[in-house]
């Protein structure tokens, strides 16, 4: 699965990164999450799944394999 965080709707709660820290980060301008690395290996989908539900702005995104093949 790929995964990103959108800038527009973080409001930087940090709750992912409590849940998930091998995935997301905080910046350091503005306090709002990253995804480390938006390529989630296989061991760590179940983390990402519970930060994308954990989220309470429901500012995690994943992208469906369909949209990057296409991109
Ligand atoms: S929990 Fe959601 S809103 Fe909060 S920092 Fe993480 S992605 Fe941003």
Known sequence: MNIYVDQDICQGHTICSMVAPDLFALRDEDG???AI???VPAE?????REAMLSCPERAIVEVSEHAIQEA
Do not use: F
Request: net charge negative.
């Open 32 to 34: 709002h999450a990253y």
């Open 37 to 39: 690395d938006g390529d």
């Open 44 to 48: 760590l989908e179940g983390a990402a």
